[in-house]
């Protein structure tokens, strides 16, 4: 900090979270002051001393009231004088654009916002703009759903998903037409984020089956320009359930296919409206290397994908999003060219964990950690919440980290009774 300047401040909405605690780090690295906004009974659960140490000041408010929360917010930046706004969770990102826009900070198209949440919304934005994506129709109960999915011509197998959540919460592929009310009943069941009492539109959505490979891109937005980090290679369950069983830094993807995608999700993000932050875009490569747009989230990835973009490029996306936020432009110049991967640890099947052994040791290893404790229920790996723990490698090459981590996880023993 320069001598008679005062530090910067940014405001994380909601910490407490996959990159909360990446992100206030970041935030200490810079000098920068860091703010969060969070809820009463969340901040006393949840936020412990490693995040505490780290927070300079807290406003508490009620996310499941958007517009209170907003006007909150706003007297509390203005009173706090802050710089800047972050969002770390994706269901907080709408309310991050709006807020920013209200205060003349730096952030993303408040109008698109809620369209970056609501994949309904998306669905219509991506149609709009020609943004390659899976045919989505919308229904609020099975019957009609089937009927407009059949009216579309998108036939079975198809994706059944909730307009919001994350995490792959409610989410079947179904592959006959007796298995729409069972989906369509898991999609409708989780009506608000039981964390923050945040509502959610539980609308369904029917989409086309896209078969093939699952990528993500890691972007930074400076003003509208788009800058991709890296493409992520992700693996998920291949049942009627998808949920994230790992991830690794850099995929390894042709030449020419890996234009394709960083095309699609520049679209993606041109199309939402996407100016000043970070965006995480979910893409499925067909058989014939044609990228197809899953998601845009316009958060920053969770999942350690940050620590493994780190680990593999050397570039620190969580400083770089702080400092576009605060209208800064960050240095994104790779510094390296190595590959990181992580895997997650799920439970053979649903029951009591007994017990979790072998977890790596090593230079090689990034980082692991566990969710559960033996005596802990644990669920059958239908979502990412059902996990057990993870585990992080490096190493110089993407099919390396693959061997590594893979050999890693197979070597761990997860044993669940009965
Ligand atoms: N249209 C689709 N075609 C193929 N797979 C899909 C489709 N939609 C979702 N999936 C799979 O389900 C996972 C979760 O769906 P997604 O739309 O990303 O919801 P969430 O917000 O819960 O992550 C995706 O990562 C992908 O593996
Ligand atoms: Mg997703």
Redesign the pocket.
Known sequence: MTPGRRARRVLLLEAWVAAGEDLLRAAAALGVEAYVATHEDVHATHYGPELTELISGVAFTDFGDTAAALDDLTAFCRARRIDGVVACW?FLSPVAALLAARLGLPGHDPDRAAACRN?RLMAEVFAAHGVPA?RTVTAADHRTLARRAEAAGIGFP??V?PAE???????T?VTSAEGLPAAARLAGSETHKPSHGIPLDTTLLA??????D?FSVETVLTRGEVHHLVVTE?F?TRDAS?A?TGHTVPARLPADVRAAVLTAATRAATALGLRDGVAHT?V?VDGRGRP?V??V?ARPPGDGIMRLVAEATGIDQARAYLMTALGERPDLTPRRERAAAVRFLTAPHAGTLTRVEGLPRGDHVVSTGLLKRPGDPVGDPR??LQRIGHLMVRAGTARAANRAADEALDAVTVEVSP
């Open positions: 994706e994949k899976p198809l994706v998903k959540n994350a995490a792959s919460i409610g989410v592929v989409q086309e089956y896209v078969e093939g699952e992700k998920t998808r994230e979910e499925k197809h899953i998601e989230g979502d990412n």
